[in-house]
């Protein structure tokens, strides 16, 4: 499968476009590591983004369990479902 021009790619999330480009191979593993895709000004970006917002939820929480709680929240996992509130 031919990896598609990241240019024309839409800048929606850092996940989407290492999902597109670096796609699982018939055995569900990746030829390339997802960080051989960060060159230049492709995912440096996203990347940059998603750790200001990772310290950001550290610095505002109380605790481990209390930034995993505020993570699950702000960023939950693919394929996970929500959590309702208690």
Known sequence: MKSPNPSTLDTTG??????????????????????QFFA?????????????NLVFLMKASDNWNDFIDRLDRARPKVGDTFRLPS
């Not at 230049?40 to 200001?52: A, M, N």
């Open 14 to 35: 850092c996940a989407t476009h290492l999902a597109i480009l670096n796609p699982k191979n018939e055995k569900g593993n990746r030829k390339p590591k997802h960080h």
């Open 40 to 52: 230049g000004d492709i995912g440096v970006h996203e990347l940059k983004e998603h750790l200001s």
